[in-house]
């Protein structure tokens, strides 16, 4: 039986997505199930993938790096998107990539880009320029300081999963943001209960070696959080 540390409850909420609007319900969620356990050591596990697709990336961030949920010990980790727009403020090439999965939603969130649409002969260069004037240095800083995983007793998180076969201390940081088939498909003993998002399913999918939390909420509208405290399991959802 997977278990946190004694007196702790543990809360992971998957790919928010640029929805701020859901990110606020869901504490407001979290808010009114701690609210008993006020003497507990209170854990929030972000598991990555804060931006792009829905309509307010900028947002989610002003929430993430100024509101933290009182008497939470806060761990936000980083996912592919995250990663994508660290590129981007690196690379203007890598543009066209990641619009095509959901970036010209938060260029458009800063004020960057004017348009969804960014295909074709847009040029990325400039809108690099304007996202690197339009970004705050807090959110940067944020985006840069983002942790590749977490261990809270017998549970790993990850954004995506692991490397099925490879002990944590070798594991690649892009398999931890990227991966999907062979660790969703792994009947595998990780050796700990590897909590993740990345791969969307309508409701949280769980297997003897993981739990998956992305239910798509940016298409969806349900915002998912597993709960944890002692050998026990429960979900919160917008």
């Given at each position: 039986?997977?278990?946190?540390?004694?007196?702790?409850?543990?809360?992971?909420?998957?790919?928010?997505?640029?929805?701020?609007?859901?990110?606020?319900?869901?504490?407001?969620?979290?808010?009114?199930?701690?609210?008993?356990?006020?003497?507990?050591?209170?854990?929030?596990?972000?598991?990555?993938?804060?931006?792009?697709?829905?309509?307010?990336?900028?947002?989610?961030?002003?929430?993430?790096?100024?509101?933290?949920?009182?008497?939470?010990?806060?761990?936000?980790?980083?996912?592919?998107?995250?990663?994508?727009?660290?590129?981007?403020?690196?690379?203007?090439?890598?543009?066209?990539?990641?619009?095509?999965?959901?970036?010209?939603?938060?260029?458009?969130?800063?004020?960057?880009?004017?348009?969804?649409?960014?295909?074709?002969?847009?040029?990325?260069?400039?809108?690099?320029?304007?996202?690197?004037?339009?970004?705050?240095?807090?959110?940067?800083?944020?985006?840069?300081?983002?942790?590749?995983?977490?261990?809270?007793?017998?549970?790993?998180?990850?954004?995506?999963?692991?490397?099925?076969?490879?002990?944590?201390?070798?594991?690649?940081?892009?398999?931890?943001?990227?991966?999907?088939?062979?660790?969703?498909?792994?009947?595998?003993?990780?050796?700990?209960?590897?909590?993740?998002?990345?791969?969307i399913t309508h409701e949280p999918e769980i297997r003897p070696n993981r739990i998956g939390i992305d239910t798509g909420a940016y298409a969806t509208g349900r915002l998912t959080c597993l709960v944890l405290d002692g050998d026990g399991r429960s979900f919160l959802s917008t």
């Amino acid at each position: 039986m997977h278990r946190v540390p004694e007196n702790a409850r543990v809360y992971a909420v998957g790919d928010i997505h640029g929805r701020a609007d859901l990110l606020g319900r869901l504490h407001d969620l979290i808010r009114a199930d701690a609210a008993p356990f006020h003497d507990r050591r209170l854990a929030m596990v972000y598991l990555g993938d804060y931006i792009d697709r829905g309509p307010s990336s900028r947002e989610v961030l002003d929430i993430l790096v100024t509101s933290s949920l009182p008497g939470f010990e806060t761990i936000h980790l980083k996912g592919n998107h995250e990663d994508l727009a660290l590129g981007f403020l690196d690379d203007a090439q890598i543009g066209l990539d990641w619009t095509l999965m959901g970036g010209d939603a938060t260029l458009m969130s800063y004020g960057a880009a004017d348009g969804r649409r960014l295909r074709g002969s847009v040029d990325f260069a400039t809108i690099q320029e304007k996202f690197h004037g339009k970004l705050p240095t807090a959110h940067l800083e944020f985006l840069r300081n983002l942790g590749s995983f977490h261990v809270e007793g017998d549970y790993l998180f990850v954004h995506a999963g692991v490397r099925p076969g490879r002990p944590m201390e070798d594991q690649d940081e892009m398999d931890l943001i990227w991966i999907r088939g062979d660790f969703l498909q792994s009947t595998e003993d990780h050796g700990r209960m590897v909590v993740h998002g990345h791969s969307i399913t309508h409701e949280p999918e769980i297997r003897p070696n993981r739990i998956g939390i992305d239910t798509g909420a940016y298409a969806t509208g349900r915002l998912t959080c597993l709960v944890l405290d002692g050998d026990g399991r429960s979900f919160l959802s917008t």
